[in-house]
C-alpha cells in the first residue's frame, strides 16, 4: 500500500511539473505576442545575423501595421500590405511578389517572425540564460510542417518581464543561423514612403513580376 502511494505522489508530481512548464511557455509566448501587439502601429527592430561560414551581417527592419522595410545582407525588402518587393542592387534587380502570410521567415515576412501562438510551434521551456540584457527564458519551438521549411528547431531567448526577444537560433539540419535582436524601438510616426515602389526609382532595374 505504501508503495503504491508513493508511485501515486511521484506520477501526480510529474504531471503536475509538466502543466508548470506547459503553462510558463504559453505565457512567455503570449508575452512575446503582447511585446509586439503594443508596438504594432511602427516599430524598427536592429538586429544581427550570425551563421557559419560567413561574416556577422547587420540589418534592421521597419513595421507599421501590415507593412515593412527590411534591409540585410546587402538586399532590401518592403511590403505595402499587398505585395512584397525585393531589391538586388547588384544584379539591378526587383522582385514583385505576393506575400506569404504565413510565413514566419524573419527575412520574408518580419510580421509574424515571432508569433509562435496558435498550433504552429510545439513550445518548451528549455531553462535560463543570461544575456547581455539580462536573464532570459529559453524556449524551444519544433515548427509543425509547413511552417518553417527546413527549420527543424527554434530556440527563442526572451526577457521574463516582457517578452522582448533576446536572440533567435534556427537549426537547419543541425546549420545553425543565429539572429541577435540589438534594439526594439517604438517609432511615434512612420514614412510610409518606406513601404511603396514607384517604378520610376528603378528605370535601369529588371523588374520581375510574380504576381
Do not use: W
Amino acid at each position: 500500500m505504501r508503495k503504491f502511494l508513493y508511485i501515486s505522489a511521484l506520477i501526480i508530481a510529474l504531471l503536475c511539473g509538466q502543466r508548470v512548464e506547459a503553462q510558463s511557455a504559453d505565457q512567455m509566448v503570449a508575452r512575446v505576442t503582447s511585446f509586439f501587439a503594443e508596438r504594432a502601429d511602427g516599430y524598427r527592430v536592429r538586429f544581427v545575423v550570425n551563421m557559419e561560414g560567413m561574416d556577422a551581417q547587420r540589418g534592421e527592419y521597419v513595421v507599421a501595421g501590415k507593412k515593412y522595410h527590411i534591409e540585410v545582407m546587402g538586399q532590401e525588402q518592403f511590403s505595402d500590405g499587398l505585395y512584397r518587393y525585393g531589391v538586388d542592387g547588384v544584379n539591378m534587380e526587383v522582385t514583385i511578389d505576393r506575400i506569404d502570410p504565413e510565413s514566419r521567415n524573419l527575412l520574408v515576412n518580419p510580421l509574424r517572425a515571432f508569433d509562435f501562438g496558435g498550433e504552429a510551434f510545439e513550445v518548451s521551456v528549455a531553462g535560463e540564460s543570461d544575456t547581455a540584457v539580462g536573464r532570459a527564458v529559453v524556449l524551444h519551438l519544433v515548427p509543425r510542417e509547413g511552417v518553417l521549411d527546413g527549420v527543424r528547431r527554434v530556440v527563442l531567448y526572451a526577457l521574463p518581464d516582457d517578452g522582448r526577444p533576446v536572440e533567435l537560433r534556427y537549426d537547419f539540419n543541425g546549420l545553425e543561423l543565429s539572429v541577435q535582436v540589438e534594439s526594439v524601438e517604438k517609432l511615434k510616426s512612420v514614412n510610409d514612403k518606406k513601404f511603396q515602389f514607384s517604378a520610376t526609382e528603378f528605370k535601369n532595374y529588371e523588374i520581375i513580376d510574380f504576381r
